[in-house]
Nanobody, 118 residues
Framework: QVQLVESGGGLVQPGGSLRLSCAASGRIFDIGAMGWSRQAPGKERVLVAIITSGGSTNYADSVKGRFTISRDNAENTVYLQMNSLKPEDTAVYYC????????????WGQGTQVTVSS
């Protein structure tokens, strides 16, 4: 079992920056890839960024060049650095951790609100 606790959301002006954090606890030795997704009201949750246990990353086209996912394995924490924020980035952001079981289980954090507005 893995628990994920997110922090760092808030209100920011367009063009500003935020850094989201997600700390994992529990059976952290079973965690493989981790990632971030977001969900706006009335819309489906969509992938933003993923990072493997080895550090490989992938991003949605909508955030490439603006967002950076990173991982501190010693601290069992994943980060999402968000720069050049746009109003369309407004959403609840969720982190996830994939646990090495058969089948793989994906655990989600509680979500943190990011609002980009003047």
């Amino acid at each position: 079992q893995v628990q994920l606790v997110e922090s760092g959301g808030g209100l920011v002006q367009p063009g500003g920056s935020l850094r989201l954090s997600c700390a994992a606890s529990g059976r952290i030795f079973d965690i493989g890839a981790m990632g971030w997704s977001r969900q706006a009201p009335g819309k489906e949750r969509v992938l933003v960024a993923i990072i493997t246990s080895g550090g490989s990353t992938n991003y949605a086209d909508s955030v490439k060049g603006r967002f950076t996912i990173s991982r501190d394995n010693a601290e069992n924490t994943v980060y999402l650095q968000m720069n050049s924020l746009k109003p369309e980035d407004t959403a609840v952001y969720y982190c996830n951790a994939d646990v090495r079981t058969t089948p793989t289980l994906r655990y989600w954090g509680q979500g943190t609100q990011v609002t980009v507005s003047s």
